[in-house]
């Protein structure tokens, strides 16, 4: 299996997007990417900006070759409604409209999939089952987005290819959750994309939620995962090297690489938002 971590946060924008190729199989989960419009009381840094726009161009090379696409859920730092032409042709997963959706994604929803249904084959993910070839594509139930329902709910997409079995959670936010952890466990995952706790917030988040996430990553370690990339919310965090420390050592001993999406692809982590205050200061826009 091919993974390719195409934009990530700690690629240096707000995005979980990621293309996947099989034998059988061309996959993009989540082509989309977005800044923070305010951190630490700033805008956007211009190197930020030019990030951002790197990274769409490699969204769309990625779209061109893709076969399959899946929409985990309606926030735009994972899909963008106003470029409906890249799913043109496309098998599209998206999470259902109306069903287990806060207002503001349904809202978002109707904006979007009128865009997209002429041009594309579409169909809802929530549990739906797909086999091409020896490679089996599936999607979990809704799960929340974090640790409640405020923010709606996401699918999370498995891939089998017969040999690896990977879980993309997107934006679980953790996962704090027994039914987050699920999807990785009962599928028994070999490679994990989490998307980690939104430890950056910790007075919204909470230490008790933070705990259970670092706990079921331990639990995902124990039940035969070999690469867990975390990234996305938890690469906002100053503080992420040493919140996940205990479950790097944890995978050192078991004989799981605990690694951000950089890191995957051999990268050196270059998390920007995290940073706009230090390129303000640095770099004045």
């Known amino acids: 299996m091919k993974i390719i971590p195409v934009a990530f946060d700690s690629l240096g924008t707000r995005s979980m997007a990621t293309y996947i190729e099989t034998k059988d199989v061309k996959l993009f989960i989540d082509p989309g990417v977005s800044l923070a419009p305010v951190r630490f009381g700033l805008p956007p840094h211009p190197i930020e900006i030019e990030r951002m726009n ?14 399959h696409v899946c929409i985990s859920h309606y926030h735009y730092d994972h899909h963008d409604p106003e470029h409906p032409e ?17 207002k503001s994604q349904k809202e978002r929803a109707a904006y979007f999939l009128p865009k997209i249904k002429e041009i594309c084959s579409l169909e809802y993910a929530e549990g739906k089952n797909i086999c091409v070839g020896n490679t089996e594509i599936k999607f979990s139930r809704a799960v ?13 997409t498995i891939i089998d290819d017969g ?27 070999s490679i994990v994309f989490l998307d980690g706790p939104l430890s950056y917030i ?17 639990k995902m370690i124990d039940a035969g995962v070999k690469i867990l990339v975390y990234d996305h919310h938890f690469l906002r965090d100053p503080k992420y ?11 050192k001993e078991l004989g799981c690489k605990v690694q951000t999406a950089a890191e995957f692809r051999g990268m050196k982590v270059d998390a920007l938002e995290m940073r706009r205050k230090e390129l303000h200061e640095n770099m004045p826009a």
């Open 54 to 67: 790197e990274h769409w161009e490699q969204i769309k090379k990625y779209m061109e070759k893709a076969e």
């Open 86 to 102: 890249i799913f043109k042709g496309k098998h599209v997963f998206v999470k259902h409209p109306t069903q287990n959706i806060n």
């Open 144 to 156: 929340p987005h974090g640790p409640g329902i405020r923010l709606g709910y996401v699918v999370e």
């Open 163 to 189: 040999r690896e079995v990977l879980v993309h959670t997107s934006d679980v936010e953790g996962p704090a959750l027994k039914e987050q952890l699920e999807p990785i466990l009962n599928n028994r995952a």
């Open 202 to 218: 910790i007075y919204r988040y909470g230490n008790k939620n933070l705990g259970n996430a670092l706990a079921n990553m331990k």
């Open 241 to 251: 090297k040493e919140r996940i420390a205990e479950v790097e050592d944890y995978g």
